[in-house]
């Protein structure tokens, strides 16, 4: 079966594809509800979840399919030792699509070798979440109406922060994008994220402490959360938690027609004062993720409309 497990197991034609197909969902929904009919999608979400899991099983329904799964690995055979491999090779004698969230890096693509249907990575450790970023690229794609030609700030923690992982390497792969990196120090993107998306391919990029000093340049502003779940210990956590905080008068120096994404959940990183700045796009980029999804689904079952 084909899977989703790093966003790279997706060519660039195909990503444009899904943002194509994804906006065709917007304009005609119709067209698409009974384009999973009798199909059934499992979540298994070993983590929590409010938007990847509701998204992916909003999608389904929408699609005219049905979903079955469980939000909390307490209530699954895992509790009683179950390993991973056998969870999966379970589910997909029931589902025909399978979407797994997992603390532990690689678990959905160990699981991806015992499954006989499409395994979806929706976000393993502090690793990638590529779902994420097809919602990302959809979202950035409709509020700027191109995936390039852009300065972009990725901000907050960006050594936990899967999605900004996942979305560095996706972009990486389109042309003429500058990458300004803002995070505290301990908080830098991995070396290995930085190796293997930007400088093997001879892509620059800043990097910066200070997130006000570089507002005015941005077209895109990623904000992301402090990771609590990824921290050894509280002490780090509690000193670094609020390192960014975006309000509207940090704004004022901002471009006029700049982007805020965010993939949410927010802790205290963006006010809630700037939900009202049009330029904040984070809620339209929770609306984004189901449509993507939708398309997503439908590309890995092989169902064209
Ligand atoms: N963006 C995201 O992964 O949100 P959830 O953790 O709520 O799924």
């Known amino acids: 079966p084909r899977n989703l497990i790093d966003i790279t197991d997706l060519s660039v034609e195909e990503i444009d594809q899904l943002i194509a197909t994804a906006e065709d969902i917007i304009a005609n929904p119709a067209k698409y509800q009974d384009a999973c009919a009798h199909k059934q999608l499992a979540t298994l979400f070993f983590e929590p979840s409010t938007r990847t899991r509701l998204s992916f099983e ?18 699954s055979s895992t509790a009683k030792g179950e390993t991973v491999g056998d969870t999966i090779h379970t589910v997909s004698c029931y589902a025909d699509i399978i979407a797994m969230r997992h603390p532990k890096e690689g678990a959905p693509f160990a699981a991806s070798q015992y ?7 929706a976000g393993d450790g502090g690793h990638n979440h590529p779902t994420q970023t097809l919602t990302d690229l959809l979202t950035i794609h409709r ?34 994008i500058n ?7 301990e908080l830098k993107l991995p070396r290995y994220v930085k190796e293997e998306a930007l400088k093997k391919k001879g892509i620059p990029y800043t990097q910066t402490t200070d997130l006000e000093s570089v ?48 993939p949410l959940p927010r802790v205290n990183e963006i006010t809630v004062a700037v939900d009202k ?29």
């Open 58 to 75: 909003s999608a389904m329904l929408a699609l005219g399919g049905s979903t079955l799964g469980f939000s909390e690995a307490s209530s």
């Open 277 to 305: 700045d049009p330029r904040a796009a984070y809620w339209r980029q929770v609306k984004n993720g189901k449509y993507i999804r939708m398309a997503l689904i439908m590309k890995l079952l092989g169902i064209q409309v």
């Open 179 to 185: 990458y300004v990196l803002i995070s505290p120090t």
């Open 215 to 262: 507002i005015p340049q941005l077209d895109i502003l990623y904000m992301t959360r402090v990771q609590k779940e990824r921290f050894f210990n509280e002490e780090d956590y509690l000193r670094l938690k609020d390192s960014y905080i975006l309000t509207p008068e940090k704004l004022e120096h901002a471009k006029a027609d700049l982007s805020i994404l965010h």
């Open 115 to 121: 499954s006989e249907v499409p395994i979806i990575n």
């Open 143 to 176: 509020e700027k109406g191109r995936l390039g030609g852009f300065t972009i700030g990725f901000c907050g923690d960006l050594k936990f922060g899967r999605t900004v992982h996942s979305l560095v390497n996706a972009l990486s792969r389109y042309e003429n």
